[in-house]
C-alpha cells in the first residue's frame, strides 16, 4: 500500500514520527493551557514561557536551515546569521512602520530613531514597509537575492572548504558593520524596537503571543517536509552524492554549482522566515544578530543535536538554547566556555551527535549479541 505525502515526509521514521508528533501536540496544548487555564492553576503556561517556546521554535527552523547546505550538502556555512537577521528587519520595518503616531516623538511617517536623527522624510527602501504584503515578498526577496548573489559568485569560482566559511564569515561581519552604522536607516546600534501591533493585534496581548507560537510551530513542520522532500528526492541524492564527491558528480555530467545554488538558496529562504517570525515575538532586531559568534553557534547546535538528521538539528537547537537560557541566568560569564566544552564533548565522543547515541548502543548490542553467538557456536563445534 502506498503511503501518503505525510507519511512519506513527517512519519518516515522514528526521529520524524517524535518531533511530529512533538510539535503538533505542543501547538495545541500550550496556547491552550495559557488561554484556557487560570493563572494561579498548576497547568497554566505563563505567556513569558510561550514566548520563549516560540524563539525556541524559530531558531529550531534556522538550525534546520544549516543542516540543509552542511549536513547534507558539506558547505558549512559560517553566515547563516546575515540571512535571519535579513528576515528579521524586513519584518521589523513593517512593525516599525505600524507604530503610526504613537511614538516617543509623535511623528506618524518617521520612526523614532530618524526623528532623533533629524531625517526629513523616510528613506525609498522603506516605502510600502506599512504594508504587510511588502513585508512578506521583502522577507522572502532580502535573504534570497543575497544567497543567490554570493552562491553564484563563490559556486562559478569552485570556491569550497574553508574557504568557503570564511567568505561567508566575512560576509556577516561586513553586513554587521553595515547596519551598526546610524546612516544607514536601520536604527545603528539601537536596531529597531519599541514594536506594538501586528495586523492589527496588540503584540502584548496573550492571544496574539499564542497565534505567534502557532505560526511558528506550523513553519517549522513545514520546513521539516520541505527539507525532507528534498532530501528523500532524487535532487536529494545528488546533494548527498556532491557532499561525498563533488569531483565524480561532475564529471557524470551533472552542473554541480547549479545543484549548490539551489540548496543555499531554498536554506537562506528558510533561515529569514526563521528571522521573521523571531522578531515580533521577541520584540526587538538590531545589528548583534549579524556577529559572527551567532553564526558559529548555529553550527554548535547543528553538532550537537547531530548533523544530516534534521530532526537532530532540532533537537540540537532546543537543548543548546535552554541551557543558554538556563546558564546565562545562573553564570552568564561561563555561558561560552560552557558551550564550547559541550561542542568538543560531543565531537569528540559524540561525533554523530545527541541522536546518534541510539543508533550506537543498538549497534553495540548488535555486535555483542554476534560475538556470543559466534563463541556459543565454536563451543558447540
Known amino acids: 500500500m502506498e503511503k501518503s505525502l505525510i507519511q512519506r515526509l513527517l512519519l518516515s521514521d522514528t526521529g520524524s514520527k517524535i518531533l511530529t508528533i512533538v510539535i503538533v501536540i505542543s501547538a495545541i496544548i500550550v496556547p491552550a493551557l495559557n488561554l484556557l487555564t487560570p493563572v494561579d492553576s498548576v497547568l497554566h503556561i505563563s505567556t513569558y514561557t510561550v514566548t520563549l517556546l516560540g524563539k525556541y521554535l524559530c531558531y529550531a527552523l534556522l538550525a534546520l536551515s544549516v543542516d540543509l547546505v552542511w549536513g547534507y550538502l558539506g558547505i558549512l556555512s559560517l553566515g547563516h546569521g546575515a540571512f535571519f537577521a535579513l528576515g528579521g528587519y524586513a519584518m521589523g520595518m513593517y512593525l516599525m512602520r505600524q507604530i503610526g503616531d504613537r511614538g516617543v516623538y509623535g511623528n506618524p511617517l518617521l520612526p523614532d530613531f530618524m526623528v532623533f536623527l533629524n531625517w526629513d522624510s523616510l528613506p525609498w527602501y522603506w516605502l510600502g514597509f506599512n504594508h504587510f504584503s511588502m513585508a512578506l515578498l521583502m522577507i522572502l526577496l532580502a535573504p534570497g537575492i543575497l544567497a543567490f548573489v554570493f552562491g553564484w559568485l563563490a559556486f562559478r569560482s569552485r570556491v569550497t572548504g574553508v574557504y568557503l566559511s570564511i567568505m561567508t564569515q ?46 511558528s510551530a506550523v513553519a517549522l513542520l513545514s520546513g521539516y517536509a520541505l527539507c525532507k522532500y528534498i532530501a528523500q528526492s532524487r535532487l536529494g541524492s545528488l546533494v548527498m552524492a556532491i557532499r561525498d564527491s563533488e569531483s565524480r558528480v561532475r564529471f557524470m555530467g551533472y552542473r554541480d554549482e547549479h545543484i549548490k545554488l539551489f540548496i543555499f538558496v531554498v536554506s537562506a529562504l528558510l533561515a529569514g522566515i526563521a528571522g521573521a517570525l523571531y522578531v515580533p515575538q521577541v520584540g526587538i532586531i538590531n ?16 553538532a550537537i543535536g547531530g548533523r544530516g538528521t534534521l530532526y537532530g538539528a532540532v533537537l540540537g537547537a532546543f537543548v543548546v538554547n535552554y541551557a543558554k537560557t538556563f546558564f546565562t541566568a545562573w553564570a552568564p560569564e561561563a555561558w561560552l566556555f560552557i558551550l564550547g566544552s559541550m561542542f568538543v564533548f560531543v565531537t569528540v565522543f559524540m561525533p554523530k551527535g545527541l541522536v546518534g547515541i541510539y543508533n550506537q548502543v543498538i549497534t553495540r548490542n548488535t555486535k555483542n549479541k554476534s560475538i556470543k553467538q559466534s563463541l556459543a557456536n565454536m563451543k558447540k563445534s
Open 287 to 302: 545589528p548583534s544578530e549579524f556577529a559572527p559568534i551567532r553564526s558559529i553557534e548555529l553550527v554548535i547546535w547543528v
Open 170 to 215: 566575512a560576509m556577516t561581519y561586513a553586513l554587521m558593520l553595515t547596519f551598526f552604522q546610524n546612516d544607514f536607516g536601520f536604527g545603528g546600534n539601537n536596531g529597531l524596537t519599541d514594536f506594538k501591533e501586528i495586523l492589527g493585534f496588540n503584540l502584548q496581548d496573550n492571544t496574539t503571543r499564542c497565534a505567534l507560537f502557532f505560526t
